[in-house]
């Protein structure tokens, strides 16, 4: 399973950017994804978690870091298997690698993978 996640730079406050998070050799159909971010010295955080979804539906529940709530909005193309963040009005709070976890659902254990993250940096 690979997972390659792109879309980082450097913005100024206020910018927009969209994150997306590329997924192949994942075997099983239905998955949940967290987008999760590291600032530097700080400890990795959640930022969204998108659940009750799998790759031949559309629908999809998330829940989103409050700070966050409002200007993130997570999506995804499962013909393309990636998921997206698209991320508006960034704050400078809102630095650090961002990070794709996928995880399977409904599998005798749980089958979690991480990718290398992606540097999203908002300063003036």
């Known amino acids: 399973v690979q997972i390659v996640e792109s879309g980082g730079g450097s913005v100024q406050p206020g910018a927009s950017l969209r994150l997306s998070c590329v997924i192949s050799?994942?075997?099983?159909?239905?998955?949940?994804l967290r987008w999760y971010r590291q600032a530097p010295g700080k400890e990795r955080e959640l930022v969204v978690h998108m659940f009750n979804t799998d790759f031949t539906s559309a629908g999809f529940s998330t829940v989103y870091e409050d700070s966050v709530k409002g200007r993130f909005a997570a999506d995804k193309d499962n013909a393309k298997k990636t998921m997206y963040l698209q991320m508006n009005d960034l704050k400078p709070e809102d630095t650090g690698r961002y990070y794709c976890?996928?995880?399977?659902?409904?599998?005798?254990?749980?089958?979690?993978?991480w990718g290398q993250g992606t540097q999203v940096t908002v300063s003036s």
């Open positions: 050799g994942f075997p099983w159909n239905r998955y949940g």
């Open positions: 976890n996928l995880y399977s659902v409904g599998t005798v254990q749980e089958n979690n993978y």
